[in-house]
């Protein structure tokens, strides 16, 4: 007998083999899923009605800063260097266990309850970070932030940390917690730490995390300091392969991209965050065409201001259209693959496509809405038409976290009132 069996759904399964199903069933067992068709002689403890709703892979955010939802509208509407060093920063470094852990499993709830199944997180206290998602029921891969501005000292600190929590957590919470090392950018690791970084990865089998070319002061300072932009940056010291994930990837040239293509590097587009922080807009379009595996994530809450990755999709291919003045650019089918299969690929977790045999991490998206009908084209509506508030239920590795917009996994009153707490706290210790 099957764990869940989901009918009647109009399903978007991401797998190119089998294209969408416009009456289907998919079947859960064991975290996995079984089948996927028209019908299924199979039974189950536990029946979902899909009807006038779309089935579909949850979506993957690849690059996130989950409790920094503690600053969500803390520091808007300034440079990032200023944003950063003068805001953020300071408050960060007033943030203890509670409040990240608190952050966290706001992030956790605010995903959930617009379908994003799986994340990518670098940050601080990832410990707590890590507890916040094994209680949540969500999959991630989790990255310590590190940074050592050339100072030795602080170096050795920062990769005893990063190792620590890299071997600590990796594989936990049934498999649906990864790790990886996090360096944060180029402009903020030394080169030496970097190639130190890049020799652990590889001897913990780890992926690695890193900011590059968020900004153009980036490059300027790259440039000015090595005669080389951040891509000939890491390409020099062998950095680059398809075991990295790169955050942001705004200020490339074409010989930039294609070390990337070439090298297999995953990209994450942070469209609203980039726009926000008048970072720049990345070349999404030729990134695709050029073969590169490019993926969509939200940036942390304090640059964004949400994780809505419905929102993320739009947006994204909104402003590769109006950036490139070509309409057909970035068309809706390619989007939902960087937010769904492509975002799964960079994470290196079996999930994505509805399929047999992957991670049953799947949303249920309510169609009965007015902005939802007509529906002439399912993917097109995915992207253009509906947001995270239309996600009705999200399971994660067959286990059912929201189910008809009710939150099964987490106490969200209390998770909430939490947040009310820590995060009034900890203005008034920033403050004073």
């Not at 094994?134 to 190792?163: P, Q």
């Not at 652990?200 to 992926?207: F, S």
């Not at 090298?263 to 970072?279: C, Q, R, Y």
Request: with cysteine; hydrophobic share 40%; aromatic share 6%.
């Amino acid at each position: 007998m099957a764990d869940i069996i989901i009918k009647n759904a109009y399903v978007l399964t991401m797998d190119p083999d089998k294209g969408d199903i416009e009456s289907g069933v998919v079947v859960i067992e064991d975290g996995i899923i079984t089948e996927v068709g028209s019908s299924t002689e199979s039974t189950a403890e536990k029946i979902i009605d899909a009807r006038e709703g779309v089935v579909m892979p949850g979506l993957v955010n690849t690059h996130c800063h989950a409790g920094m939802t503690l600053f969500r509208g803390y520091a808007d509407d300034m440079p990032l260097k200023e944003w950063l060093e003068d805001h953020i920063w300071p408050a960060e470094a007033q943030a203890g266990d509670e409040d990240i852990y608190g952050g966290t499993l706001v992030a956790c709830l605010e995903m959930i309850r617009s379908g994003t199944t799986a994340f990518a997180d670098m940050y601080i206290h990832m410990d707590m970070v890590a507890q916040a998602v094994e209680e949540s029921g969500m999959r991630a891969a989790l990255s310590y932030g590190m940074l050592d501005f050339g100072d030795t000292e602080k170096a050795d600190a920062e990769l005893k940390k990063g190792t620590e929590f890299v071997r600590e957590w990796n594989g936990k919470a049934d498999g649906r917690i990864t790790t990886m090392y996090g360096p944060h950018a180029p402009n903020t690791c030394s080169r030496d730490f970097l190639i130190r970084v890049k020799e652990q990865a590889v001897r913990d089998n780890a992926g690695i995390h890193i900011h590059v070319l968020e900004t153009e002061a980036e490059l300027d300072h790259m440039k000015e300091n090595f005669g080389m932009c951040s891509i000939h940056f890491l390409k020099d010291i062998d950095f680059w392969g398809p075991d990295v994930l790169a955050a942001h990837c705004v200020w490339l040239s074409d010989g930039d991209i294609r070390i990337l293509a070439e090298h297999k590097v995953n990209i994450s587009h942070n469209v609203i965050s980039n726009m926000k922080l008048a970072s720049g807009i990345a070349p999404v379009a030729k990134l695709l065409s050029a073969g590169a595996n490019v993926t969509l994530g939200t940036d942390g809450c304090a640059s964004n201001n949400n994780l809505d990755m419905f929102e993320e999709m739009k947006t994204a291919a909104l402003l590769q259209k109006v950036s490139t003045m070509d309409p057909t650019v970035l068309p809706a089918s390619q989007v939902l693959e960087m937010a769904t299969v492509n975002g799964a690929k960079a994470l290196s977790i079996n999930s994505g496509m509805l399929k047999e045999g992957y991670n049953a991490d799947i949303i249920i998206v309510d169609m009965k809405q007015p902005h939802l009908s007509p529906a002439y084209d399912i993917a097109s509506h995915m992207v253009y038409a509906a947001n995270g508030k239309d996600v009705k239920t999200t399971i994660v590795n067959g286990k059912i976290l929201m189910e008809d917009h009710e939150i099964t996994c987490l106490d969200e009153q209390s998770i909430l009132e939490r947040m009310k707490r820590i995060s009034k706290n900890l203005v008034s210790r920033i403050n004073s």
